[in-house]
Nanobody, 123 residues
Framework: VQLQASGGGLVQAGGSLRLSCAASGRSFNRYGMGWFRQAPGKEREFVAAISRSGSNTRYADSVKGRFTISRDNVKNTVYLQMNSLKPEDTAVYYC?????????????????WGQGTLVTVSS
């Protein structure tokens, strides 16, 4: 499985971005997917996760109400819509795939990782 994240960039505070993560291989709809981020000088942290069908989601408190995770199992792609962005959202964002179908918040629950895409929010 390979994951390719895209959609990062520079945006002003209050703006929006949509990240995409395309997965190679078959059986994408059998796996849970997640987004994590790592800000400069900080550890990587959980952002959002979605179940294999897309019917269940979970979010970090810091992004709840502003970010939306979704997936298209025909296109083998997961998305992260980010609205009302804040400077503290600046980070490299990573998508990840969990073969155990879990919507975990721990990095150890995910088996495959994308290369990351940089999001910079200016004040």
């Amino acid at each position: 499985v390979q994951l390719q994240a895209s959609g990062g960039g520079l945006v002003q505070a209050g703006g929006s971005l949509r990240l995409s993560c395309a997965a190679s291989g078959r059986s994408f709809n059998r796996y849970g997917m997640g987004w994590f981020r790592q800000a400069p000088g900080k550890e990587r942290e959980f952002v959002a996760a979605i179940s294999r069908s897309g019917s269940n989601t979970r979010y970090a408190d810091s992004v709840k109400g502003r970010f939306t995770i979704s997936r298209d199992n025909v296109k083998n792609t997961v998305y992260l819509q980010m609205n009302s962005l804040k400077p503290e959202d600046t980070a490299v964002y990573y998508c990840a795939l969990a073969t155990a179908q879990a919507m975990g918040v721990l990095e150890s629950e995910y088996d495959y990782w994308g290369q990351g895409t940089l999001v910079t929010v200016s004040s």
